[in-house]
């Protein structure tokens, strides 16, 4: 493989599959959790490909790791039998951390018609594989233009900032989810949907030096908030989009991983489910659970025939629920100005 | 988190996952085996805890290995969609081996209906991660009273005892299973029906440790179960209940399984299977093919709207099927007598 | 999406991913089956993908179904946490076929190195949706130069020959085959060594339309080979290539597949394993069992470093075991001939 090739691939990847009846809910839709599974992996491999690119250099081999996804949406629906192509490019390097830009395109083999599903930015921080609490260097990549760098370094700095909020917020909560108690909890209410998911990490959800992937976490995460918004709407409900995911901790395998989710906020559109992960290593209980991620997903309700559907009002009970649900107000209000921001700036 | 909370969780565990197409039959009945497989994960990860849970005791890491499943009825079917709760508990500990009580439940997250579908009683013995061949001390539990220590203590005792009977069974029995050859076989006999998978365990099947998960055997042996079951009724046919089931010696990676099933009785409403499962350590050849568990199965047969229908009657040949088959209406006789009595009681 | 991209993505693709444990056997080296299905994933994409790409006429949309697979060598091993990539391009298109063909590379992500593995060549037929029992017609391509047509046509005749003749060959063969008895057999004997695998196909093991995929059968036949050569040679053993296989005959979701293998062939260097597949309607019993597919796989014996072992001699036993011994000498020296022959011409 000569040089212009090798540089090439190392940039950029694309992955596609199938789409199985196993990533699907009955009706056929995809999970969101199973796009953003596939686009992790890209990110991975990019991600860890880059890092341990650095000629000349004897540096420790390292594995990216995943730090951050931004917000993403989901465009579009995509159906079992369908191929799901994502592209993942290296759009940003700063001293630690590298930023990959991914876009998922739905592709129908029999009708040929493809669709944009959704793009997403995700931030990886190399560990080195000899001492995984060591942070390697991340090799400068090559920018288009300066102004190219100039925006990848306020997207940094912006997600920085962001990263260490979330961090504090994240120590602060401490839930105990339960499943919920239909005889007791009151339909639309809080505790009626909230829900948990609880996995033993296996070899398969781990990347080879024993870390669960991202990807894997953020599957269980969707599921969970899928199974929340179909207990407060009892209708076929899809994923619409994921607020910014920050990772602070890794988990090991060998853990149990509890994920847990509760109704935040809903309009008559969507609503927005808070989802928990806790990491509990099963043989060195001495280490204690912890808190891995937490996470906002917003769902909507549709028909069979895929058409949007009124949410159920929520019924608040408490002030905590209260604060919360003008807490999802805020982030609703925020992202439809952005989006309109972004619809006018592009006109 | 604070220390009775902490005790909550070390006592009590909750799994709940949506069922998914490969969960299920063709008609969208899940598997008994799906549910017996997420009973074991929640008993395993409930017991591998508690067995490593001694405060300022230096000891041995472990892992809880499932040593017996009590007799077990599916008391309704579960569907494709649907959510299982499995909640478990430790019900009892000796100085060598746990119980776990399992519940499971059915959700329609959808219209919000709820089942009890069944419930079972796992025995967990732990061992050393340090030397397998190990046993290991298991930290006692605090019972609400005395009589709870006083039931449980004669549970104990009883599955130890029938243990050791079984013992012998799997010691006299030595069955080659092949494919049914339906040219020389007629239907409804024993050999018609009769019926195999062989399976090379892989990492997924397995526990950390390299053993594989008592699940994954549950799983594939009500796996074959079923398929003798379809040839004989070729209907939709569910698992009804499975009676008490021994693991006496572990499966390795490495191994190849072979799960053979037999019919031996079948009443008017439902048929009863006998299942062997043999492990070969495919390298290590000089150990020798073993029987590794063995256990009976029932199933009914349903129409397509879910209704029973009549079992056709088997056509026996032979002292040994004559035999089995006396053997099997005795345990059929006996559990129905059980269940009557226990109608009565709670009446 | 241009209509230029468009033509490129119509007859093009490819795709990666990393390789799992789940992939891979104890000492790391990632399956040959694991390859063959990613290669058929690949080849079934881009074929369905053109079958139904006929501007402008009002035809029935189809599926691609795997016909045959040319021989392919092993080139290099693959190993856990590598990348592998496959792509794949349509080279030539009959009334009723294409040929699909493959590359795979494997990449470490770590060091940066690449390796091409293997190259392949499939060939898919078209049936309509509608009525799976027709065969629709394929749009044709277009080629670089005339030569390239006609270099495609000869590959055509030539598999169109070959298909038939091994038509008649899996016609003459009937074989049941059990697990090994290891108290009666002879070590290196046939008998030794043969073995099965018997397994219930799932949806995750279908294409949409019920059918099990090319690569899902391979990777079975692949596996139970690799049994057989590790039950012979009791040493880590790898896939160093496949002889050309024919798909006759489509298998169901629903059926019990049984793939039986048995040694035919040993030189020093390496063994030459027939493997059988053998599908049964579970409960269409009266379809009866029917022979799907066979083929020949090669194997070599390597150490813990990866350095080649001598093959144990085989132990033949009666007429049809020397007769099979000598066809695989056959191919064995043909091979050889056939891979001096290209190097020469290389040079």
């Known amino acids: 493989m000569s040089g212009t090739q090798s540089q090439a691939t190392a940039s950029s990847l694309q992955i596609c599959r199938i789409m199985r009846p196993d990533d699907a809910n009955i009706v056929g839709n ?63 390097a700063s001293k630690h951390s590298v930023e990959v830009q991914v876009h998922v395109m739905s592709e129908n083999i029999l009708t040929g018609a493809t669709k944009m599903t959704n793009r997403a930015a995700l931030w990886y921080v190399p560990f080195s594989l000899e001492n995984v609490n060591n942070v390697t260097e991340v090799p400068p990549i090559k920018y288009a233009s300066p102004g190219q760098e100039e925006e990848g370094k306020k997207r940094y700095e912006a997600q920085k900032m962001e990263r260490l909020e979330t961090k504090e917020r994240n ?29 033993l990490v296996g070899p398969s959800d781990c990347t080879l030096h024993g870390f669960v992937h991202g990807g894997v976490t953020m599957k269980l995460m969707d599921e969970v908030a899928g199974i929340v918004a179909a207990r407060h709407c009892k209708t076929n409900i899809v ?63 549709l028909d069979m025939q895929g058409k949007p559907l009124p949410i159920p009002p929520m019924k608040l009970e408490g002030d905590g629920e209260q604060r919360r649900f003008e807490d999802g107000k ?10 309109l921001a972004d619809k006018e700036r592009q006109q």
Chains 1, 2, 3 share one sequence.
């Not at 602060?172 to 996995?199: C, N, W």
């Not at 901790?249 to 109704?263: D, E, P, W």
């Open 171 to 199: 120590g602060e909560l401490l839930m105990p989810v339960s499943a919920p108690d239909r005889t007791t909890k009151e339909p639309y209410t809080v505790g009626f949907s909230q829900s948990s998911l609880i996995h």
């Open 30 to 92: 995809v999970h969101g959790g199973t796009i953003l599974k596939m686009i992790e992996e890209a990110g991975c491999i990019i991600g860890t490909r880059h890092c341990n690119t650095q000629p000349g250099l004897s540096q420790d081999r390292c594995a990216a790791q995943l730090a951050r996804v931004e917000r993403t949406d989901f465009l579009y629906p995509m159906f079992i039998g369908e191929v799901a192509h994502v592209s993942a490019e290296i759009t940003y």
């Open 239 to 301: 994923t619409a989009s994921v607020d910014a995911i920050n990772f602070h901790r890794k988990i090991m395998q060998g853990c149990v991983v509890t994920v847990s989710g509760r109704a935040t906020f809903a309009s008559n559109k969507s609503m927005e489910i808070e989802v928990f992960v806790d990491a509990d290593p099963l043989i060195e209980a001495e280490k204690g659970k912890y808190r891995a991620v937490t996470a906002f997903f917003t769902y909507i309700s």
């Open 330 to 339: 805020m982030r609703y209000l925020q992202n439809k100005a952005k989006r």
